[in-house]
Nanobody, 124 residues
Framework: QVQPVESGGGWVQPGGSLRLSCAHS????????LAWFRQAPGKEREFVACFRGGNTQYARSVQGRFSLSKDNAKNTMYLQMNNLKPEDTADYYCAVASNLRQPELVDAGRYNYWGQGTQVTVSS
């Protein structure tokens, strides 16, 4: 069972920080892809960041503010979100895939397993 489970969402004021966690089984064939997507009300799900093996990729909108890390012993990935803005408000989802090519990393349709999502609200 690869089903990821997210935690760590909540409410924060603009400029604040949150850390999201994604626990997963870690079992897959080939190169493991661990990603964060987000979906704001009325908008499409969009790519935030991912690990592709040991490498990371970030959306331009979060680069320099968000950072990924992982604890392989715990099969857990973290998304540290700093300097949060109201436009970061969304449901954040952890997604798992394997063997994606670089251009496919940002395509939500390429991911096989999704968590239930965790809500992040940034407002004053």
């Amino acid at each position: 069972q690869v089903q990821p489970v997210e935690s760590g969402g909540g409410w924060v004021q603009p400029g604040g920080s949150l850390r999201l966690s994604c626990a997963h089984s870690g079992r897959t064939f080939g190169t493991l892809i661990l990603a964060w997507f987000r979906q704001a009300p009325g908008k499409e799900r969009e790519f935030v960041a991912c690990f592709r093996g040991g490498n990371t990729q970030y959306a331009r909108s979060v680069q320099g503010r968000f950072s990924l890390s992982k604890d392989n012993a715990k099969n857990t990935m973290y998304l540290q979100m700093n300097n949060l803005k109201p436009e970061d408000t969304a449901d954040y989802y952890c997604a798992v895939a394997s063997n994606l090519r670089q251009p496919e990393l940002v395509d939500a349709g390429r991911y096989n397993y999704w968590g239930q999502g965790t809500q992040v609200t940034v407002s004053s």
